[in-house]
């Protein structure tokens, strides 16, 4: 029964490998497919399908140069 694998990567891949379990059955399940929650996350770790995390914001802080420096 290749059909549900087929479908669980192709929504992955469609995302741009971004999406993980939970959006992906979603999309599924708007799609009007019938494949359970738990079986979407199965089948994408089956196949090594992971979604890509998004790089966090990190705040560079610019020292003050114009300080005396401490003894």
Same mark, same amino acid.
């Given at each position: +029964? /290749?059909? /549900?694998? !087929? $479908?669980?990567?192709?929504?992955h891949? #469609?995302?741009?490998?971004?999406y993980?379990?939970? *959006? !992906?059955?979603?999309? $599924? =399940?708007?799609?009007?497919? *019938?494949?359970?929650?738990k079986? !979407?996350? *199965? $089948? +994408?770790?089956?196949?090594? $399908?992971?979604?890509?995390?998004? #790089? *966090?914001?990190?705040?560079?802080? %610019? /020292?003050?140069? =114009?300080?005396? %420096?401490a003894?």
């Amino acid at each position: +029964m /290749p059909r /549900p694998r !087929v $479908l669980v990567q192709a929504a992955h891949v #469609k995302s741009r490998r971004t999406y993980g379990s939970p *959006r !992906v059955f979603a999309e $599924l =399940d708007e799609g009007g497919e *019938r494949v359970g929650r738990k079986r !979407v996350a *199965r $089948l +994408m770790r089956e196949q090594g $399908l992971v979604a890509r995390q998004r #790089k *966090r914001y990190r705040v560079h802080v %610019v /020292p003050e140069n =114009d300080q005396p %420096v401490a003894a």
